[in-house]
């Protein structure tokens, strides 16, 4: 009796073996995001002086709207050392809230381009989830609440099918009632103000000298100290060596 039941206890044993095998990678697949490109510099920009030598080599941004079957890939966005990913864009700011690159339901969404702009607007807000289970993009972006990690990293690169496009970033802040970050496509002095209220009630912030003419890009993901709380990253648009484009 004994033996039989060491013998029905080997084969669970055997069967949860096997069972775990199987479901530990596809936890694994599913807790990572589909829409990284790999980080990898190439080497003949290595000595080079201007903020290329940061970022990673250009895509076909074209080969990826045909292998996810989707025109709504329409940039790549790279923090350096942090992600490189396709950023979508919608016919509104819902959708890819929760449907992937196959414009499949997911609940971990896509990063998406604010459906009111096009790639080489004024200003670029780009949305993404945070989370607390899963390994998407924009919950690395919480490494900027380290101040040290703030000033150590300043530059964000966009690349669109008409080029690339450089930015510093300038701010980071918490909101949770004032959403003047989503007003686009404002001028004058309203845009003005706009800018400077980036500036103002940040966590961190580096001074900056901007005019009207200036170009700016937001990253937005959210905080889980209250419900409809976000982090705001926010960036100057500046040329290849650095300086600010005004």
């Known amino acids: ?46 000595e080079d002086k201007t903020l290329d030598r940061l970022f990673s080599k250009d895509i076909d941004l074209k080969e990826y709207q045909e292998k996810y079957n989707n025109e709504d890939i329409t940039i790549r966005l790279e923090i350096p050392d ?59 972006l919480e ?5 040290d990690f703030f000033n150590k990293n300043e530059y964000i690169l966009i690349q669109t099918p008409e080029g690339r496009r450089y930015y510093k970033i300038f701010s980071l802040k918490e909101v949770d009632t004032d959403y003047d970050h989503m007003r686009i496509n404002q001028t004058g002095d309203k845009y003005l103000s706009h ?26 993901t959210c905080s889980y100290k209250n419900d409809d709380t976000y982090y705001i ?9 650095g300086n600010i484009i005004s």
Request: proline share 2%; charged share 30%.
């Open 143 to 147: 490494q900027f609440l380290n101040e």
């Open 82 to 140: 942090m992600f490189n990913i396709l950023i979508v864009k919608g016919k509104d700011n819902k959708y890819y809230l929760n449907h992937d690159l196959y414009k499949k339901k997911d609940n971990k969404g896509s990063e998406f381009l604010d459906y009111r702009v096009n790639y080489n607007s004024k200003q670029l807000n780009i949305y993404g989830h945070n989370s607390k289970t899963y390994n998407i993009p924009f919950r690395k």
């Open 195 to 220: 800018i400077a209220n980036f500036l103002n009630n940040t966590m961190y912030k580096r001074d900056i000298k901007y005019t009207e003419k200036s170009n700016i890009l937001v990253l937005q």
């Open 1 to 46: 009796m004994k033996n039989k039941s060491k013998k029905i206890l080997s084969i669970i044993i055997i069967f949860l073996i096997i069972a775990l095998a199987i479901i530990i990678p596809l936890s694994i697949k599913d807790n990572t995001s589909q829409n990284e490109l790999p980080l990898e510099k190439i080497e003949e920009v290595k």
């Open 233 to 241: 990253i926010t960036a100057i648009e500046v040329d290849k060596e």
